[in-house]
């Protein structure tokens, strides 16, 4: 599979993976994913159900560790480094590189613990009131939650509930935000407000942004990547491009069809050549 | 349509026939229990002064005289719905039959001082005191080691163990160990409490012998076998209610750059405990009613001091077992009573697993 890198810069790429796949009971989800995140820019990574987004995320903070018949293949570089190497601390792998889900998952705890948890662990001396109310700040909640810090985070809404895990994610100081449809579940009201926050994070963090949403894509993004699935059922890196440039002139015809709409997940790559 | 209709229905209204009479059953025979064992509980007994002291009630115990007592002898006794339904039929029948000065008296074998008391061989004075203390003794034994042991395994096997193949090989393991009849558990505990680890469990080891022969015959002994016994179950307990928290708030934990046991100790036992909790519970209060396993490990038939843990000792289900086997009357009142006790312990107990599960539920 060939794509031209597009225009990203290698030597400002704080997060790159190199020929990157992921197998599940040795069924491979997605292979040969050759991509990199820079620092002040978001990352789009879009195509249909299934064609491996969300393999690829979690293959970036080794999060597949946790799930025993996951293999990962290939080489995810933070900074240079292998996260893969048998000297790298998993965990340390992924308070850098935070991770935003979904379906809003903030702990059974406080709104000043949801922030603070993570926080606390990394630091012992830290001084947690300002990180908490940092952390909050910068995701544009702490106006809302000021005076009900002590109330149980369950209780938000869930827009809310998906802006206090960014500001939770935040809190851990990571280089790298990945957010696997974090707007999914959200009405549109609470998606513009963490759309807004996307753009308001975007300079100080490379992030990651799996969606189905092209436009949501198309309005956040710097550069896109579009993945579709092979004849196998394995998920492939089709283009990888700079927003503009893949949304007015595709390289590739399935990606076009893609972002024109007028195909979905039937799209393969059969009897077609990227 | 319509001509399909009616066979559907009516098949329909058998299988829901066998379902209802399926849940009368099990009610019923629970009932059933509870009713007898109420019914025998308390009632009318017939008790013969000083002179109708020639009829000894308990014929195998040496030292059953009345006149230690004074308050005379059970000669006969009725249930509590013979009682209330008969009674003027049982009036007639005493003074009828039974000798001169026999008075009767409604009695209920129940009483706070059955509670209290020791054991006596009369069995208008004796109690079930050295029994519930040990029975007591062993829950807490149990409590204490079973619980956290079950539930670092069920951490071990859910959070640490590194093979998949490995973890489904000790699940099965528990899951098998959950089905081993308490018998066999009371052996491993004679062999391995009482017999092997005997200086141990009869506290000499500790110079906290309670009897002149050391034996490991002991509450600690039985209180151990117990724990076993209930192991597995709380285990498997605590593996399911630990397999119930929800994946995304672990993802979430992990996310943040957390540890295993980081999560496990503010997450994962956070929110499964109560639940654990009740299962624990549960486990432990159906096992303390069981009889086999004591009596293997060497309960006592007649504790006369209040136990400690390195005495010898009896339980509540073997003291009621022992009074059930007597051939009288006033014995089958007895062993009753000591059952409601029992029972008593039981539902005390669910009721605590009931309110740690609803802790579970207003925590999600």
Redesign the interface.
Known sequence: MTHDVGSTNERTAILSAEDLGVAYDDIPAVSNVTVAFARGEVTALIGPAGSGKTSVLRAL?R?HD?T??ARVHGSVRLHGKDVYDTDVDA??????V????E?P????MSIYDNVA??AR??ARTLDLDAVVEQGLERAGLWDEVKDKLRQSALRLSAGQQQRL?IA??I??DPDVILMDEVTAPLDPISTGKVEELILRLRQDYAIVLATHNVQQAGRLSDRVTFFLVDDNRTGRLIEWAETDSMFFAPRDARTEAYISGRAGSDLSTRGRTG | MRPQMRPRARSSAVVRALFAFATVVTLASLTAVVAHVVNTAAGLVAVGGPDASDRSPIPDSPVATSDQTGEGEVIASWTLLESLVRRRQIEREVSALLPEGTRLEFRSWLSLSFVTRGYSPNPLRTGIRGALIGSVWMVAIAVVVAVPTGVAAAIYLEEFCPRDLLRKAMRESVHLLAGVPSVVYGLIGLVLFVRFLGPLTSGAAFGATATRVPTGRTIVSAGLTLALLTLPRIVIAAEQAINAVEPRVRLAAFSVGATRWQVVRDHVLPQAGPEIGAAAILAIARAVGDAAIVIMVGASTVVIADPGPFAAFTALPVVAYQWAMRPDASYRGLASAALLVLLLLVVVLNAAAAVARSRARRTR
Request: glycine share 6%; charged share 15%.
């Open positions: 903070n999060l946790l025993p018949t965990f340390e792998v992924r308070r850098r935070g991770m935003v889900f379906t998952a903030p702990f059974p948890w993570g662990m990394h895990c939770r994610t809190a851990v």
